[in-house]
């Protein structure tokens, strides 16, 4: 079975700009969940989509919306950049019934000049 | 949710069993323990989760106490592919929002 896969895998980006990053998670998963990783502030949560559904919110700004499509894939976006939105973001996916086992991707790395 | 408390960083030798401790005092009836780790550039790697009894499967040991306040992480045999980033969350049932706190750095040295 294939794994969580992300792409892009790198992206530079310039201050005021916006992104998508997409999610591709594993067939027969529900559910996806963002997560932020940057050396000063670690993991941290994003949101989780399950069902084309917001379930969960992190404490973000509005900047990072997301959604997820009928097939289960999921895109974020991240709007205005600024330097700090620098960071690897991954996604996970689960099969969302209960607190299940998370499978994660590899990251897609954001950096922004 | 409930906060965890770890060790930044342990050291343990190729082959034997490293013990990563994890202090969840605040931790409600609902809640479960899950351990995940990161080994460098990758994306965190789920290991085992447990509500109150003990649970092992092919990676890892997991040893909850009677009051469920705090737990230990056991890597039988441990290589130095074990070198990683060890993550103990505390989660509610019907959630998969996880709280990563900082971790443990875990060194496998030969």
């Known amino acids: 079975k294939a794994g969580v896969t992300q792409t892009p895998r790198y992206l530079i980006k310039t201050r005021g700009q916006q992104v998508t990053l997409s999610c591709s998670p594993i067939?027969?998963?529900?559910?996806v969940s963002w997560y932020q990783q940057t050396p000063g502030q670690g993991l941290q949560f994003l949101f989780e989509?399950?069902?084309?559904?917001?379930?969960n919110k992190g404490n973000f700004p509005g900047r990072f919306s997301g959604r997820q499509f009928s097939n289960s894939r999921s895109e974020m976006n991240v709007s205005t950049l600024e330097l700090g939105d620098s960071a690897l973001y991954l996604c996970?996916?689960?099969?969302?019934?209960?607190?299940?086992?998370?499978?994660f991707g590899p990251g897609t790395r954001l950096t922004v000049l | 949710d409930a906060k965890t408390t770890q060790p930044p960083s342990m050291d343990c030798a190729e082959g034997r069993a490293a013990n990563l401790p994890c202090n969840h005092s605040?931790?409600?009836?609902?809640?479960?323990v899950y351990w995940y780790r990161q080994i460098h550039s990758q994306g965190p790697q789920y290991i085992i989760h447990?509500?109150?009894n003990n649970e092992t499967n092919e990676m890892a040991s997991l040893i909850i106490t009677e009051d469920r306040k705090s737990s230990t992480l056991i890597l039988p045999h441990a290589t130095l592919r074990d070198t990683a980033v060890y993550y103990c969350?505390?989660?509610?049932?019907?959630?998969?929002?996880?709280?990563f706190g900082t971790g443990t750095r875990l060194q496998v040295f030969p």
């Open positions: 996970a996916s689960s099969l969302g019934d209960y607190v299940n086992e998370q499978f």
């Open positions: 067939s027969g998963h529900r559910s």
């Open positions: 989509y399950f069902s084309e559904t917001q379930r």
């Open positions: 605040t931790i409600s009836g609902n809640e479960y």
């Open positions: 447990g509500l109150k």
């Open positions: 969350i505390v989660a509610s049932y019907n959630t998969d929002k996880l709280i």
